[in-house]
T-cell receptor, first 108, second 112 residues
Framework: TQLLEQSPQFLSIQEGENLTVYCNSS?????LQWYRQEPGEGPVLLVTVVTGGEVKKLKRLTFQFGDARKDSSLHITAAQPGDTGLYLCAGGGYIPTFGRGTSLIVHP | EAQVTQNPRYLITVTGKKLTVTCSQN?????MSWYRQDPGLGLRQIYY???????DKGDVPEGYKVSRKEKRNFPLILESPSPNQTSLYFC???????????FGAGTRLSVL
């Protein structure tokens, strides 16, 4: 099974701050997905990155796939309380591998 | 509205008492999966199904069974639950291997 390491595990910041979450592996993935999960709900897909070096933007969220397709990052600009949640990266096919997640809390 | 519906949302049971968690999707998706989510371990796939009557083991299949008699339904069966199966369970579906995966709202199971 391919492993995905996410860091940091926990992040507690003030509204307006910037942050970056990392997702790293020693394996090459054909694609990586980023999900956000809110308490009491299932994960919801934010983005899929496919091409090495690819950058995708979703409002204040910027996702990057490493050139070697082994790592990815999620950068949030000017975080807001509504960004609070568990951020998960996932890769793979029939049996996708999920990272353990980064729990983000944004304080007003 | 595209939905994956799990029932029940919460379940407390005792060791050895058979239970079924139902999952239904209304998107005519081929692929369906079951995951469990545990603190510090993340989401791990239990079983998946690529189509009706086609199921296969994921990373942690021990103690679980599934069936796919119809495209829309993918129940998870615990024949003899044990306390180590206390977890948060998610069902998911997607059109094919490369498409968006939609998750249900989760079933929180406690086995005493």
């Amino acid at each position: 099974t391919q492993l995905l390491e996410q860091s940091p595990q926990f992040l507690s910041i003030q509204e307006g701050e910037n942050l970056t979450v990392y997702c790293n592996s020693s394996s090459v993935f054909s694609s990586l997905q980023w999900y956000r999960q809110e308490p009491g709900e299932g994960p919801v897909l934010l983005v899929t990155v496919v091409t090495g070096g690819e950058v995708k933007k979703l409002k204040r969220l910027t996702f990057q796939f490493g050139d070697a397709r082994k790592d990815s990052s999620l950068h949030i600009t000017a975080a807001q309380p509504g960004d609070t949640g568990l951020y998960l990266c996932a890769g793979g096919g029939y049996i996708p591998t999920f990272g353990r997640g980064t729990s983000l809390i944004v304080h007003p | 509205e595209a939905q994956v519906t799990q029932n029940p949302r919460y379940l407390i049971t005792v060791t050895g008492k058979k239970l079924t968690v139902t999952c239904s999707q209304n998107m005519n998706h081929e692929y369906m999966s079951w995951y469990r989510q545990d603190p510090g371990l993340g989401l791990r796939q239990i079983y998946y199904s690529m189509n009706v009557e086609v199921t296969d083991k994921g990373d942690v299949p021990e103690g679980y069974k599934v069936s796919r008699k119809e495209k829309r339904n993918f129940p998870l069966i615990l024949e003899s639950p044990s306390p180590n199966q206390t977890s948060l369970y998610f069902c998911a579906s997607r059109r094919d291997r490369k498409n968006i995966q939609y998750f249900g709202a989760g079933t929180r199971l406690s086995v005493l």
